[in-house]
């Protein structure tokens, strides 16, 4: 089986995760300046075989009328034919992001992550990313 890479996509920097091997299980992988994301993920699926991408989108719910297109909906759609591009043999499935990034501040609070750490910019936007991709998997499990 192949894994999945899950996307905190942002105009600065991105959040990447992926799943173990058998693809049931989020990680968090790292952050990276958005600038070398391409690099990173090409990296992730030359590593292994790769199934496709979970990527965040904030109120997905709303997508098809419009209506739930936020100020970030652009860059990540954008973000998204670029992977599309890039990659067009992977599937790319859109993820509702809503409350990742608040619930992977809890949880690296949770894990006693000092708060200095946690004020770093990219502190937690890969564990938002495996937050993302664990909603895909949870979704899409048989």
């Not at 942002?10 to 992988?29: C, E, N, Q, S």
């Not at 419009?66 to 990659?87: C, M, N």
């Not at 990742?100 to 502190?123: F, W």
Request: hydrophobic share 40%.
């Amino acid at each position: 089986m192949a894994r999945w890479i899950g996307i905190d996509y942002g105009i600065v920097r991105t959040g990447l995760a992926h799943t173990d091997p058998t693809g049931v299980l989020a990680f968090p992988y790292k952050t990276v300046p958005t600038t070398e994301l391409i690099a990173a993920i090409t990296a992730l699926v030359n590593d292994a075989p790769c199934a496709g991408f979970a990527l965040g989108i904030p109120n997905r719910w709303g997508l098809d009328s419009g209506r739930g297109l936020t100020d970030s909906s652009a860059p990540i759609l954008a973000f998204k034919k670029q992977l599309e591009q890039q990659f067009p043999t992977l599937d790319i499935i859109l993820v509702d992001e809503t409350n990742t990034s608040e619930e992977a501040l809890q949880a690296a609070i949770q894990s006693g992550m000092k708060k200095t750490k946690r004020s770093k910019k990219g502190a937690v936007d890969d564990v938002a990313a495996a937050l993302i991709l664990q909603r895909f998997l949870d979704d899409h499990s048989c």
